[in-house]
């Protein structure tokens, strides 16, 4: 029996907040590939590839960066959530959770000014171990190196969904793409991606999501039919 262990991480200090559970695995590490630059704050968007935050991510930390956890989080627009007042795809909000370089045993956080396209400050994250020996735990089994990370290879999988959601929802987003730490439902790293959009038939709001592994490419779940 392998013995899991779920740890909260709460951010202390200005700049940041982040919470996530985890459980005890080791991540799956996978090649990926290179982005091109960051060039600008305002051009943020997810036309420029569901990657666009973590090669901001890499460009500000170095790709040999060790993270937890990256939420980057797009605009639905107006006409599918009225709360959206950004264009559809604009960045909204790009974090991150990695080891810290001077102290493996901590973890730091940092958030993205998508006004100015400048990261904040790190704050400390605490890591408070429950269900759990905390004595027992180790960062490095709930962290990967970005380089290993491929949210690049997301963009065919999206590309191919435009026929069958363009069926389900008279318009629709993408409106997010997370690296997940391992946690209750997998013992390794996934990429999220999350779609929001109107129903055909109603027009209601529904929202979905898929998950893969690391590599981008290979499908772990498909939950974007509502």
């Known amino acids: 029996m392998v013995a899991t262990a779920t740890f909260g991480l709460s951010a202390c200090g200005e700049g940041n907040e982040a919470t996530s559970d985890a ?9 990926a ?18 990657d666009v935050c973590f090669r901001a991510i890499a460009q500000h930390l170095g790709p040999d960066a060790k993270v937890a956890e990256i939420n980057s989080f797009f605009s639905s627009g107006e006409a599918i959530d009225s709360s959206d007042d950004e264009p559809q795809g604009q960045l909204t909000v790009c974090s991150v959770q990695y080891q810290d ?9 940092t958030s993205m000014n ?8 790190p704050s400390r994250i605490d890591i408070t171990v429950t269900g759990g020996d ?6 490095a089994d709930y962290i990967i190196p970005l380089a290993q990370v ?11 969904q435009k026929g069958p959601m363009g069926k389900i929802y008279s318009s629709f987003a993408w409106s997010g793409v997370r690296l997940m730490s391992p946690g209750v439902f997998s013992d390794v ?3 999220r ?23 981008g490419t290979t499908l772990k779940s498909n939950n974007l039919e509502p």
């Open 33 to 50: 590939e290179g982005g091109p630059q960051v060039a600008g704050a305002a051009a943020l968007n997810i036309a420029d590839g569901p």
């Open 114 to 121: 998508v006004q100015t396209g400048e990261f904040e400050a």
């Open 189 to 191: 790293h996934v990429l």
């Open 101 to 109: 370089p001077a102290d493996a045993r901590k973890l730091l956080g």
């Open 150 to 160: 491929n949210a690049a290879g997301l963009a065919p999988f999206m590309e191919a």
């Open 23 to 31: 459980a005890a695995g080791a991540a799956t590490q996978v090649g």
């Open 193 to 215: 991606l999350d779609i929001d959009g109107r129903l055909a038939t109603n027009d209601i709001k529904e929202s979905g999501y898929a998950e893969f592994a690391v590599d």
């Open 134 to 139: 905390a004595s027992e735990f180790k960062l």
